[in-house]
């Protein structure tokens, strides 16, 4: 049975920094691929970082030079290091498995329950 729980979410001042965490089990993680979306109020569910097996990594223009995804495989963790956070950023944050090639979550994909990430202006 996979399971995917986050952790590390809170609320900070713009400017600030948090990481969240991802652990994962139940899959051979080290092949496997991970993202992070995130969904805001009212708004779309949107991916933020993905990273291969391998440590490639892409992110979505919006946090290019401010957010790091890395992984441990030893722990079967994903990270992700936020910094210079904005309010816009606020969000409930979503680790996933990503078994398509495309990097992209589907319905074959396992979620977790999410962490919400508040920015104060």
């Known amino acids: 049975q996979v399971h995917v729980v986050e952790s590390g979410g809170g609320m900070v001042q713009a400017g600030g920094s948090l990481r969240l965490s991802c652990a994962a089990s139940g899959i051979i993680f080290r092949f496997t691929s991970m993202g992070w979306y995130r969904q805001a109020p009212g708004k779309e569910r949107e991916l933020v970082a993905s990273i291969t097996g391998g440590s490639f990594s892409n992110y979505a223009d919006s946090v290019k030079g401010r957010f790091t995804i890395s992984r441990d495989n030893a722990k079967n963790t994903v990270y992700l290091q936020m910094n210079s956070l904005k309010p816009e950023d606020t969000a409930v944050y979503y680790c996933?498995?990503?078994?398509?090639?495309?990097?992209?979550?589907?319905?074959?994909?396992?979620w977790g329950q999410g962490t919400q990430v508040t920015v104060s202006s």
């Open positions: 996933v498995t990503l078994s398509r090639s495309t990097l992209v979550a589907g319905r074959d994909d396992y």
